[in-house]
């Protein structure tokens, strides 16, 4: 790296005195996550025999940090399923709770019409049948 000239006029590589670097991009599905970087201030060339070493390194990185968002993924949407459905249930449950209440007062009501009817429809037969006696 000392030697190269786009990287022998970088100050980090000036100060720390590297000598040879390695980089291998990170890549999940086609797309660029981030590098493996690695740096060596003992000899130059130092990871030429390592590179098909630092590329499968690499990939698996990417493959590793894929299933990581994937779990990660999964997680958050199961976590949105489960309140999703408690607050379905709530819903139902007042939604349930609004419609018992005045359907039952209507139910009562219609009871106390209806045992009203055939009280009077009572009534008025054993009139009938009393008027009919005399």
């Given at each position: 790296?000392?030697?190269d000239?786009?990287?022998s006029t970088?100050?980090?590589?000036?100060?720390?005195?590297v000598?040879s670097?390695?980089?291998?991009?990170?890549i999940?599905?086609?797309?660029?996550?981030?590098?493996?970087?690695?740096e060596?201030a003992?000899?130059?060339?130092?990871?030429?025999?390592?590179?098909?070493a630092l590329?499968?390194?690499?990939?698996?990185?990417?493959?590793?940090?894929?299933s990581?968002?994937l779990?990660?993924?999964?997680?958050?949407a199961?976590?949105?399923?489960?309140?999703?459905?408690h607050?379905?249930?709530?819903?139902?449950?007042?939604?349930?709770?609004?419609?018992?209440?005045p359907?039952?007062?209507?139910?009562?009501?219609?009871?106390?019409?209806?045992n009203?009817?055939?009280?009077q429809?009572?009534?008025?037969?054993?009139?009938?049948?009393?008027?009919?006696?005399?």
């Amino acid at each position: 790296a000392s030697s190269d000239p786009l990287t022998s006029t970088d100050h980090h590589v000036v100060v720390n005195r590297v000598k040879s670097i390695a980089v291998c991009p990170i890549i999940i599905k086609s797309r660029v996550l981030g590098a493996l970087y690695i740096e060596s201030a003992l000899r130059e060339s130092a990871f030429t025999q390592s590179m098909i070493a630092l590329r499968v390194f690499s990939t698996l990185m990417g493959t590793s940090l894929n299933s990581s968002q994937l779990f990660h993924s999964h997680s958050t949407a199961k976590e949105k399923l489960t309140k999703a459905q408690h607050n379905r249930s709530a819903f139902l449950g007042n939604v349930s709770h609004e419609l018992r209440t005045p359907l039952n007062g209507m139910l009562a009501a219609n009871d106390f019409m209806f045992n009203s009817i055939v009280e009077q429809q009572q009534q008025q037969t054993q009139m009938q049948q009393q008027q009919q006696q005399q």
